[in-house]
């Protein structure tokens, strides 16, 4: 899990491309979901998990981050 005790922090995603987001998210212990991408809203199950990391992406950087 994350280095803040499991809590996701959206400052330390955001302004990062997709792919070192995505390095870090996985680093930890993260699972990653893309909900946006350059304003179209993805398809996606209503689920919801304590290990998975949304979001939100503009030409390939990150400007929103959320858990669940």
């Keep these: 899990m994350s280095q803040h005790f499991g809590m996701i922090t959206e400052r330390e995603y955001l302004d990062k491309t997709l792919e070192q987001a995505t390095e870090k998210a ?14 179209e809203h993805m398809m996606l199950d209503m689920s919801n ?7 939100r992406v503009r030409n390939n950087i990150i400007t929103g981050a959320f858990g669940g």
Excluded: C, P, S, Y
């Design 26 to 39: 996985t680093q930890a212990g993260l699972v990653v979901r893309v909900v946006e991408k350059d304003g």
């Design 49 to 55: 998990r304590g290990d998975r990391i949304n979001f």
